[in-house]
Structures are given as C-alpha cells and as structure tokens.
C-alpha cells in the first residue's frame, strides 16, 4: 500500500503575527487551527486526527487536544523532529487516513520564542513573571494531583455510581498475585488475599498500598515487521490485528465523567478492525496502574456492562485457570513490572508470550489464539490517551 | 478529653504559585482581589473551565471572563494521606454555571467529605504568587 493519491491537503492557514506578546502558546495553536479548518470549511468537530510536535506545550498530544476540545480525536501522533515534524506529518497523516485510522487531520504548530527568552519551561516563573507552558499546568498542577489521588477520585466516583467496592477492587491484584508467584523476575512474589489488600494501609482514599503497582527499573522492546520476514523467522507468528486509540480528558469541564476511560471509544474501534468481540479473547493484558484502572478498563473494553466490573473481577475470575478472563499472566504492573511507570509496552510483551504459547505454563492459557492489550497513559482523573491492541496467533 | 481534641484537624496545605500566562493573567488579577472568574463563550452561551481563549465546545473567539460565586458540589473527592505536611484532599467541584473544577477541599476534616456535599470557593494565599482557588463546606 502506499499512500500516493489517498490523502488531500485542504487547509492551509499561516497566523499573521510575527510578535505575539498578547497570546499565549496554546491559544496560538487553536487560533491556526481555526484558521486552517476555516480556510477548508471544516468545523472543529470534524477533526479525528491530531499532528503536533515539541512545541505543543504540555503532556504529548493531550494538553493541546483538551485546551481546543478535540472531543472526535481517534488517532494521535506527536513525533518530533524539530523543524521537520510537520512534513513528517502531513506523511503520517497520509498514512493515517489511507489506513481509515482518521478522516480528517489536524497539524498545527505555534510558538513565541520573542516572549520566552530560555524557551518555556512550563513550571511556575519567577514571582510576578509570566510563563508560557502547559495550559492546564497553572489552574492544575498547584493542588497537590499525583497518579494516587487522581485515580482514587475516580475509584470514589466509581464507588458511588455503581457500588463497587475495595474487597472487589482487592480481587484485581489478588489475581496479579497469583500469577506473579510463577515469575521469578517479578518485583513482589507473594501471594495475597483480599483481607491483605483492604487492610494495607491508605495511600489516597479509596486505594490501599496493595492497590497500587510497583515502581520499577527496567524496560522492554518490541519488532515489528511484514508478514514475508515474520514468516522467514523461526518464531511462532503474532499477527497484529487491530489497533484503537482515542485521548481523554475534561475538555471544558462540562459533564465531566469520571468512571470511564477512553478504552470506550479505542476498544470499539480495535475490535472493529480485528473482526472480533471481547467473547473472542482468551487472554487480556489490561493496564494496572491501580486496580480501579482494571475495572474501569474492562467495563470499557465491554467485557462486562459498565457498573458491573466489581461483580466481574470478583472471586478470581482473572485468574489463569480459575476464571473466565485471565489477565496479566506476568503478574502485571500490580506485582511484576511497571519500567519506568511506564506499563504499555510489558502489556504487549505477554500477550505475545501467551499467543506464543510461552508464557509461564502454570498461567499459560490453553490454545490462546487471540489476545488483547489495552493501555491509559497520564492519568484518568485529568487526561490521558488510550491505546487497545488485538492481537492473533498464526498457525 | 473534648470532642474538638478527638475529632481529626481541619486539613491545610501549602499551595505554590501558579503559572501564570498571558492567557491568564485576568484570572489571577482578579484572583488577587478576591474574585473567582470562569469564561463563557458568547457565541453558544457555555460556561467552560479551566479558562480558555477559544471556547473548547464550539471555537468561538468570543469568550469572555464572568464572575462566578463559586458555589457547587462536590463531583469527587480523594484523600492523599500520604504527605509529609498531613493528609489534603483533591477533588471536582461542578459549579452552578456547569463545568468541574479540579481543586483543593479545605475548612474540612479528611472524614468530613462526600460526593454531593455543598461547597464555595475561598481563596488560599500562596507564597511570591496569586491566591489560588480552594473550596470549603458551604
């Protein structure tokens, strides 16, 4: 496939300013962007695809996509090769839309190297100084949110929805715990019940210590390639067979929703491409961060009806052998691994040992043909993007 | 022994400067006087937070600053227990106006909060910077 006739550029827009000391730089992306998608005849809410690079202040792609509520967003790409990014992305974009990933791409680029002498920094300046950074850094990063406390609202939210509770919750990493005992890298080995986890002590209320993950050294890596080399190689075939992403954040605060991730909108999209259901799936690496990230995450994926996720993480049915649904073989990022707090790349690297066939075998599912791996990166009380995978072994 | 030495201390926490933009220099200007701001689009009447130059429901330019009474309730709540100067709450209010409101809960016990319980926006000193928005029991 190539991408030669499958894409058009139809907006163009070059901001008038040359000296912008009345606009910020996030404002300075949007005011491009309106430009471009005026220019096309476009509105906003036609955007699918969002194409930024370094100098889109904040976290990746998500600040910039939450400040202009790019609420249709599914594919995302913040590849940065300085002043080149943006023919990069026309590329990408390229590529993107021959694929069906997106429809319609935005890439902006805005910046204010007059104002920022030492560029920005996106942390407070001096006193009485202006910054330039993050939009959301100075109405957010001032109270005190961390991965902890942000996720616990969204357990607290959960809990009061849909009254899930911390003994269901405990189930999620008593399940890790029995597959992190097989692992001898695993960071924690040891077995542990429900009455363990509720009765560790609080980090940030609803989430006990044992419903957090490990922090760890480390990494991963992953090849990928076509199906003539995979095929030359002498190793089992893990066909790739779908891929979803969508971003998530307040977007303006209004109906804001804090019970469900953006697996709701990449699951859908992922199972559409592989041409299969979440009843298809016999092994699941779902991302752990905490164990309400699992919950959140299943519902989600549609594993289980939104609400339901307690009842279904309950009594072991994650468990390999126990269950219906065996997740995170490896132990997870709950008791095995999370390098660098960064778990979405050890998700992948299971659910490839398990489509293998060698994954530990007192947790290796019995003719595991298809699989799935879903992350969130950033955080699910503010904003973060989501990425499913499925997965296929060839015969 | 009292109930006041029984009952667990109100919570507080040292809030640093924000950042502030050129973006946001009128909420933080206003912010020093006492007065909490959100923006509203003039184009398709919405209320947003946090405050934005461009309205993220409909990218109207026309979005102007208004005065809000910081009234709402509270969306959720969790409590850090695990901080060197004492436990503090983070949480979102939902204002009147609409939007949620990511913020401090203060003026409360960490056994004192709950998901829908009435509360309005004070402002916190902070040290070389604005004072920053918290929310207390209404």
């Known amino acids: ?395 | 022994m009292s109930d006041v030495q029984d009952r667990p201390a109100n919570m507080t926490r040292n809030i640093p400067a924000p950042a502030v933009t050129i973006e946001s220099k009128p909420f933080w200007d206003a912010a020093t006087e006492g007065r909490f701001l959100i923006k509203r689009c003039t184009a398709c009447g919405e209320a947003h937070w946090y405050p934005r130059a461009l309205c993220p429901f409909c990218f109207s330019d026309e979005t102007v600053w208004e005065e809000s009474p910081g009234e709402g309730v509270i969306y959720s709540y969790s409590v850090m227990q695990r901080s060197p100067s004492g436990p503090y709450a983070i949480g979102y209010v939902t204002l009147k106006e609409g939007p949620a409101v990511l913020t401090n809960f203060v003026d409360v016990a960490p056994d004192g909060l709950s998901i829908g319980q009435k509360v309005k926006v004070k402002f916190q000193p902070t040290e070389n910077g604005p004072p920053v928005p918290v929310f207390a029991p209404a």
């Not at chain 1, 967003?73 to 990408?92: F, K």
Request: with cysteine.
């Open chain 1, 1 to 395: 496939m190539s991408i030669k006739g499958k894409a058009y550029i139809v907006g163009a827009y070059e901001h008038p300013l040359r000296d912008a000391p009345d606009k910020s730089t996030p404002q300075l992306h949007a005011e491009c962007a309106k430009g471009a998608l005026e220019d096309a005849g476009l509105s906003k809410d036609d955007i699918d695809g969002y194409f930024c690079a370094g100098d889109a202040p904040g976290f990746g792609a998500m600040s910039m996509i939450d400040y202009m509520g790019l609420r249709n967003v599914r594919h995302m790409d913040s590849t940065e090769t300085g002043g080149s990014s943006y023919l990069l992305h026309v590329g990408h974009a390229a590529q993107a839309i021959a694929e069906g990933k997106c429809k319609v791409a935005l890439v902006t680029l805005a910046g204010r190297p007059r104002q920022n002498k030492g560029g920005w920094g996106g942390g407070a300046g001096k006193p009485g100084q202006l910054t330039d950074g993050p939009p959301e850094a100075g109405y957010e990063n001032i109270y005190g949110g961390s991965t902890h406390n942000t996720y616990g609202m969204c357990a607290m939210r959960h809990m009061h929805e849909y009254g899930t509770t911390s003994e269901q919750l405990a189930w999620i990493k008593v399940a890790a715990s029995h597959h992190a005992q097989y692992n001898p890298n695993a960071f924690l080995k040891d077995v542990v019940t429900v009455e363990q986890v509720v009765n560790s002590r609080m980090i940030s209320d609803p989430l006990h210590l044992l419903d957090c993950c490990v922090v760890t050294d480390g990494g991963g890596a992953l090849i990928v390639t076509t199906p003539e080399i995979a095929r030359s190689l002498n190793r089992p075939k893990v066909k790739v067979m779908g891929a979803g992403e969508s971003p998530k954040g307040p977007m303006g605060g209004r109906n804001l929703d804090l019970t469900h991730s953006g697996a709701v909108w990449s699951g859908p999209i992922a199972f559409g491409e592989a041409g299969v259901t979440p009843a298809d799936i016999k092994y699941a690496s779902i991302y752990d961060s905490f164990t309400i990230t699992v919950l959140m995450q299943l519902e989600d994926l549609g594993f289980c009806k939104k609400g339901e996720g307690g009842k279904f993480v309950a009594d072991g049915n994650l468990i390999s052998g126990v269950g219906k649904l065996p997740f995170n073989t490896d132990g997870g990022g709950l008791c095995n691994n999370h390098p660098t707090n960064r778990g979405g790349i050890t998700k992948v690297i299971e659910a490839v040992r398990q489509l293998r066939g060698e994954a530990h075998p007192k947790v290796q599912v019995p003719n595991c043909d298809i699989a799935l791996a879903h992350g969130t990166g950033g955080s699910l009380g503010t904003r973060h993007g989501a990425a499913t995978l499925i997965m296929e072994r060839e015969a």
